[in-house]
């Protein structure tokens, strides 16, 4: 989401401001879709909150069927959600039909979850009963990122209607065909307003976000917007559920094979050119194995075409990170030059003799970059790594039980992966920290969050 900007957006329902969508790979126009005006919004919330008592009365079951159903129509049109997702982002075809079929998985868990979702009972006085129950919060808005439309919008969105919450979905203005057709296809199984798509950029979701008939917030995307949200946030009382930027480490110890070690580091900093919320973005490598590692790495790189980057605007971000480290003394050992041609496309990069206070070091940077620095020590890199203002996620790759428990005890992170840079069990949750964000996100725990719990001590009248 772009940096909100509620002050200049003042287009009501007719207006003809858009959303123009460049292929990413040709700069070809995929099409144009109208922002929504603020007389609509109003009309969308206001009617999120007249219905949601309703959807929280539905039996559990009843909306548990209507995810399902959600899924179903997903898979019915994975192949056509999968050509947005690709004309409108880059991501490639198969991969975006993979994020597809994730969303659907989740929602068809969401379904599992929501009826078993419960309170506890408490043991107090024998002539009482006191228990915990919990209810939906209510009005949920949802903005979601464009580099897994559809995924990590299942995710938000399963959790919110299952427990009987409504919701104003804005997805990305950078994929709002895909939020679009995702928004149609699961409304379809729902009553009228229980989830409503609205369409703009970061003044939508600032206005949105600043709404006091909304209750939470849900926002996966930059920090810079999850802030802005945090604040308005505080100002309405509703809560905020953010994921925001990271700056994931990679740290290598001594003892991996850097062959080994390079396809790890390959796979992190390069799928989806980059633009993977748990990217790598630093890597640490241990001395004695840092001189096969980087040459490793550049073959590693030599082999990979990455996906163009989602527009222009963001390559120039990219570009002057890598810019900005060749100024301050990295070395560049491969790609770091913006291609000739059409598009948004952007070579696999290396860099070496990195410095803690490069920008590409400090800053996320979301591209097909891959910016190496030795440390002397397995604790010194562990240490620099855990010197950083986010908190999302690390990888370690270290054959030391003693070491990974070290790391993972060390490193102030919401999620730590061993030995892979990517994977998780499903059902499996994530709770950045820091810049990152704050919340659950994924799992039984996203229940926990889309809902608050009321305390009841029951007493009969006494005889």
Same mark, same amino acid.
């Given at each position: 989401?772009?940096?909100p900007?509620?002050?200049?957006?003042?287009?009501?329902?007719?207006?003809?401001?858009?959303?123009?969508?460049?292929d990413?790979?040709?700069?070809?126009?995929?099409g144009?879709?109208?922002?929504?005006?603020?007389?609509?919004i109003?009309?969308?919330?206001?009617?999120a909150?007249?219905?949601?008592?309703?959807?929280?009365?539905?039996?559990?079951?009843?909306? /548990?069927?209507?995810?399902?159903?959600?899924?179903?129509? $997903?898979?019915?049109?994975?192949?056509?959600?999968?050509?947005?997702?690709?004309?409108?982002?880059?991501?490639?075809?198969?991969?975006?039909?993979?994020?597809?079929?994730a969303?659907?998985?989740?929602?068809?868990?969401?379904?599992?979850?929501?009826?078993?979702?419960?309170?506890?009972?408490?043991?107090?006085?024998?002539?009482?009963?006191?228990? &915990?129950v919990?209810?939906?919060?209510?009005?949920?808005?949802?903005?979601?990122?464009?580099n897994?439309?559809v995924?990590?919008?299942c995710?938000?969105?399963?959790?919110?209607?299952?427990?009987?919450?409504?919701?104003? @979905?804005?997805?990305?203005?950078?994929?709002? @065909?895909?939020?679009?057709? $995702?928004?149609?296809?699961?409304?379809r199984?729902?009553?009228?307003?229980? =989830?409503?798509?609205?369409?703009g950029?970061g003044?939508?979701?600032?206005?949105?976000?600043?709404?006091?008939d909304?209750?939470v917030?849900? @926002?996966?995307?930059?920090?810079?917007?999850?802030?802005? !949200?945090?604040?308005?946030?505080?100002?309405?009382?509703?809560?905020?559920?953010?994921?925001?930027?990271?700056?994931?480490?990679?740290?290598i110890?001594?003892?991996?094979?850097?062959?080994?070690?390079?396809?790890?580091?390959? =796979?992190?900093?390069?799928?989806?050119?980059?633009?993977?919320?748990?990217?790598?973005?630093?890597?640490?490598?241990?001395?004695?194995?840092?001189?096969?590692?980087?040459?490793?790495?550049?073959?590693?790189?030599?082999?990979?075409?990455?996906?163009? =980057?989602?527009?222009?605007?963001?390559?120039?971000q990219v570009?002057?990170?890598?810019?900005?480290?060749?100024e301050?003394?990295?070395? $560049?050992?491969?790609?770091?030059?913006?291609?000739?041609?059409?598009?948004?496309?952007?070579?696999?990069t290396?860099?070496?003799?990195?410095?803690?206070? &490069?920008? !590409? &070091?400090?800053?996320?940077?979301?591209?097909?970059? /891959?910016?190496?620095?030795?440390v002397?020590?397995?604790?010194?890199? !562990?240490?620099?790594?855990?010197?950083?203002?986010?908190?999302?996620?690390?990888?370690?790759?270290?054959?030391? $039980?003693?070491?990974?428990?070290y790391?993972?005890?060390?490193?102030?992170?919401?999620?730590?992966? !061993?030995?892979?840079?990517?994977?998780?069990?499903?059902?499996?949750?994530?709770?950045?920290?820091?810049?990152?964000?704050?919340?659950f996100?994924?799992?039984?725990?996203?229940?926990?969050? &889309?809902?608050?719990?009321k305390?009841?001590?029951?007493?009969?009248?006494?005889?």
């Open positions: 989401m772009s940096a900007n509620a002050v200049t957006f003042r287009p009501d329902h007719r207006s003809t401001e858009t959303i123009e969508i460049l990413p790979a040709t700069g070809a126009t995929v144009k879709v109208p922002m929504t005006g603020v007389a609509e109003e009309r969308r919330v206001e009617l909150n007249r219905v949601q008592s309703e959807w929280a009365r539905t039996p559990a079951t009843e909306r /548990a069927a209507a995810l399902r159903a959600g899924a179903a129509a $997903l898979r019915a049109h994975a192949d056509e959600l999968a050509e947005l997702n690709h004309a409108e982002t880059g991501r490639p075809q198969s991969e975006s039909e993979e994020g597809v079929l969303g659907a998985a989740t929602l068809e868990q969401y379904a599992e979850l929501g009826p078993v979702h419960r309170g506890k009972s408490l043991q107090g006085d024998y002539a009482a009963t006191d228990f &915990m919990w209810e939906p919060r209510g009005v949920v808005v949802a903005l979601t990122p464009w897994d439309p995924a990590v919008s995710g938000l969105l399963g959790a919110a209607l299952a427990t009987g919450n409504t919701v104003v @979905h804005k997805p990305s203005e950078r994929a709002p @065909h895909t939020g679009g057709l $995702l928004g149609d296809l699961l409304a199984d729902l009553p009228e307003g229980v =989830l409503q798509t609205v369409q950029d003044r939508v979701g600032a206005l949105l976000a600043a709404r006091p909304v209750d917030v849900a @926002h996966v995307g930059s920090t810079a917007a999850g802030r802005s !949200i945090a604040k308005s946030a505080a100002a309405t009382g509703a809560k905020a559920l953010l994921e925001n930027g990271g700056n994931d480490a990679l740290v110890d001594a003892g991996v094979d850097p062959g080994w070690a390079a396809g790890q580091a390959a =796979l992190g900093a390069f799928a989806n050119a980059g633009q993977v919320c748990v990217s790598v973005e630093r890597i640490f490598v241990y001395r004695d194995v840092a001189a096969a590692f980087v040459a490793a790495l550049v073959a590693e790189a030599e082999s990979w075409k990455p996906a163009p =980057l989602v527009d222009r605007r963001h390559r120039d570009h002057a990170h890598v810019r900005d480290a060749v301050h003394g990295a070395d $560049l050992v491969r790609g770091g030059v913006v291609p000739d041609g059409a598009g948004a496309h952007y070579p696999a290396v860099l070496a003799h990195c410095d803690p206070n &490069m920008r !590409i &070091m400090r800053e996320e940077t979301f591209g097909p970059v /891959a910016p190496v620095r030795v002397d020590t397995f604790e010194q890199g !562990i240490a620099e790594a855990a010197s950083d203002d986010y908190g999302l996620a690390a990888t370690v790759l270290t054959p030391s $039980l003693a070491n990974a428990q790391a993972w005890r060390e490193l102030p992170v919401g999620t730590v992966k !061993i030995n892979a840079v990517f994977g998780g069990a499903p059902g499996g949750a994530a709770h950045p920290r820091r810049a990152s964000g704050t919340g996100g994924y799992g039984p725990e996203l229940l926990d969050e &889309m809902t608050q719990t305390v009841v001590h029951l007493r009969p009248v006494p005889l």
